[in-house]
C-alpha cells in the first residue's frame, strides 16, 4: 500500500528559530495535507494542498506540494512555545484514502 | 459550531475483553470515518461510512472489530475481543464532502485512548 516517509522524527529548536519538515512518498499523490495533534487531541488541519507546485501560507506556516506529486514540505517561521506538538503530512492518492506519515515531534526551548 | 463528540475519553480492559466507541460527527457531515492511532504513529484508517453505508473497510480486522452506523448520523466501534495489540488511540473524523473529492477536509474528534492489559 501507499507509504509516507516524514522527517525528522523530532525536532528539538530554541523559540525564534525556524523549522522544516518534509514527506516523501513511495506514489504519486492528488492531494497533500498537513495537521498538528496536541496530546489528548485529534489532529487539526494547517494546511491544504491540491495542485503540484502549490505554495500555501497559512500566517508562520508556509506548505509546499512537490512537482514530482511524491513530496511535500512545512516550514514554521519564528517559532513559538505554542507550536509544540506533533505535526503530521498526509496525502491522497489514486486509492483516495488519506494515508498518513509518522509525525514530527517538535519540541521548543523558551 | 460544536466538534466531533466522542466518548469515552479513556478506557482499560483486559485482553479478551469486549469494548464499544462512541462518535457523533459534526450536524450535517455525511461521511464519517474511524481511524486507529498506535503510540509513535500517524492514524490509520479502519473504515469509512457514507450515511449509514459502508464506503471502506479493506484495513478493518473484520474478525474483531466492527462497526455500524445507523441512521447515518452517529456511529459505534466495536472490538471483541481485545487483544493486546489494540491499545491504541481510536479516532472518529467526519466530512461534508465524500471522500472522492478532492477538497475533502476531515474533522477529527478528541479520540479514545484504549488500553488493553
Known amino acids: 500500500g501507499q507509504q509516507l516517509n516524514q522527517s525528522p522524527q523530532s525536532m528539538f529548536i530554541q523559540e525564534g528559530e525556524d523549522v522544516s519538515m518534509n514527506c516523501t512518498s513511495s506514489s504519486i499523490f492528488n492531494t497533500w495535507l498537513w495537521y498538528e495533534q496536541d496530546p489528548g487531541e485529534g489532529p487539526v488541519l494547517l494546511i491544504a494542498?491540491?495542485?503540484?507546485?502549490e505554495l500555501t501560507s497559512n500566517g508562520r506556516l508556509t506548505a509546499q506540494f512537490g512537482i514530482t506529486r511524491k513530496d511535500s514540505f512545512l516550514n514554521i517561521s519564528a517559532s513559538i512555545p505554542s507550536d509544540v506538538g506533533i505535526y503530521f503530512c498526509a496525502g491522497r492518492g489514486r486509492a483516495q484514502k488519506l494515508v498518513f506519515g509518522q509525525g514530527t515531534r517538535l519540541t521548543i526551548n523558551p | 459550531e460544536a466538534g466531533v463528540a466522542q466518548s469515552p475519553r479513556y478506557k482499560i480492559i483486559e485482553k479478551r475483553q469486549s469494548v464499544a466507541f462512541w462518535c457523533n460527527p459534526i450536524?450535517?457531515?455525511?461521511?464519517l470515518y474511524w481511524y486507529q492511532q498506535i503510540l509513535g504513529q500517524g492514524p490509520k484508517l479502519l473504515i469509512q461510512f457514507q450515511n449509514n453505508g459502508v464506503v471502506d473497510d479493506s484495513q478493518l480486522p473484520k474478525d474483531r472489530f466492527s462497526a455500524e452506523r445507523l441512521k447515518g448520523v452517529d456511529s459505534t466501534l466495536k472490538i471483541q475481543p481485545a487483544k493486546l495489540e489494540d491499545s491504541a488511540v481510536y479516532l472518529c473524523?467526519?466530512?461534508?464532502?465524500?471522500?472522492?473529492?478532492?477538497?475533502?477536509?476531515?474533522?477529527f474528534g478528541p479520540g479514545t485512548r484504549l488500553l488493553v492489559l
Open positions: 450536524s450535517g457531515h455525511a461521511t
Open positions: 473524523a467526519s466530512s461534508t464532502l465524500p471522500g472522492l473529492a478532492v477538497q475533502e477536509t476531515q474533522y
Open positions: 494542498l491540491y495542485k503540484a507546485g
